[in-house]
T-cell receptor, first 115, second 113 residues
């Protein structure tokens, strides 16, 4: 079974609007971390936001927030007030305590911001 | 600034000619990773080190080898590159805790002629 599932290969959003990128995960480890990365066309992977499995509140970092629904095993990324520079690939990833240092990546969502 | 550095950024090699990609970090992280990423795909983990402990993924071809002579440096050796090895190679580092994110280098784009 896939550890991380991103079901949206491509998304479009109007500039200044909010957009939600979906991510579901599969683990039996009670202790895990969820991460979102942005990869512009230049290729570098940029860390955006982190959510720990024991965190009571949803993580926020500037215009990025994580809608964490533990019972549903979902960790959706919300980008508010989209900007043209947000156009990129977005990857959801998970790290489990049991498997130590391995990160499991989803297949990514390509976001295009329309002026 | 503390960072992950990869050299070269672009590498062209010939079919079958060995090539070495390098990665260095100033973050003093225990864990270093090598990923292969092809166009529009997720990064694929090749191997990682926790300190000097080497962890190879089961489906990483024998053609790919790695060395980590010290905490700061890690190398990816491709012994006999094939056309299918053309890809972006990403190096990343991380602390050893579950809440530690990965820091990625800019990548090396490998072309095989």
């Amino acid at each position: 079974a896939q550890k991380i599932t991103q079901t949206q290969p491509g998304m479009f959003v109007q500039e200044k609007e909010a957009v939600t990128l979906d991510c579901t995960y599969d683990t039996s480890d009670p202790s895990y971390g969820l991460f979102w990365y942005k990869q512009p066309s230049s290729g570098e992977m940029i860390f955006l936001i982190y959510q720990g499995s024991y965190d009571q509140q949803n993580a926020t970092e500037g215009r990025y927030s994580l809608n964490f629904q533990k019972a549903r095993k979902s960790a959706n990324l919300v980008i508010s007030a989209s900007q043209l520079g947000d156009s990129a690939m977005y990857f959801c990833a998970m790290r489990e305590t049991n498997t130590g240092n391995q990160f499991y990546f989803g297949t990514g969502t390509s976001l295009t911001v329309i002026p | 600034d503390a960072m992950v550095i990869q050299n070269p950024r672009y590498q062209v090699t010939q079919f079958g000619k060995p090539v070495t990609l390098s990665c260095s970090q100033t973050l003093n992280h225990n864990v270093m990773y090598w990923y292969q990423q092809k166009s529009s795909q997720a990064p694929k983990l090749l191997f990682h080190y926790y300190d000097k402990d080497f962890n190879n993924e089961a489906d990483t071809p024998d053609n790919f080898q790695s060395r980590r002579p010290n905490t700061s440096f890690c190398f990816l050796d491709i012994r006999s590159p094939g056309l299918g090895d053309a890809a972006m190679y990403l190096c990343a580092t991380s602390g050893g805790r579950v809440h530690n994110e990965q820091f990625f280098g800019p990548g090396t784009r490998l072309t095989v002629l």
